[in-house]
Nanobody, 123 residues
Framework: QVQLVESGGGLVQAGDSLRLSCAAS????????MGWFRQAPGKEREFVAA????????SYTDSVKGRFTISRDNAKNTVYLRMNSLKPEDAAVYYC????????????????WGQGTQVTVSS
């Protein structure tokens, strides 16, 4: 099985930055596409960003383009989400997910999920 553990969430003010990390339990992490999703209270789960196994393909949802950066370090079995210029509407529980297939903005294409990390942005 693959286990994913997110960390790095917290309480910040609008305009601040935060970096989320997601550590995978297996060496085979390097062959998986990785994605970040978020879910705010009362809202549907939303795609945020994804990165292919070799980092050659990256995708972002429009609302975070230019502010968020996804990256991965396969040697450390870790994927990151750097979030700059945070806005109140970015507040949500952020989840990382793994897929043996190509990157996707659909949550049902991902097989494994972390427990989530809370990001709160005050204005």
């Amino acid at each position: 099985q693959v286990q994913l553990v997110e960390s790095g969430g917290g309480l910040v003010q609008a305009g601040d930055s935060l970096r989320l990390s997601c550590a995978a339990s297996r060496r085979t992490f390097s062959s998986d596409a990785m994605g970040w999703f978020r879910q705010a209270p009362g809202k549907e789960r939303e795609f945020v960003a994804a990165i292919s196994w070799n980092g050659g393909k990256i995708s972002y949802t429009d609302s975070v383009k230019g502010r968020f950066t996804i990256s991965r370090d396969n040697a450390k079995n870790t994927v990151y989400l750097r979030m700059n210029s945070l806005k109140p509407e970015d507040a949500a529980v952020y989840y990382c997910a793994a897929s043996p297939l190509d990157i996707s903005d659909r949550f049902d294409r991902y097989d494994y999920w972390g427990q989530g990390t809370q990001v709160t942005v005050s204005s």
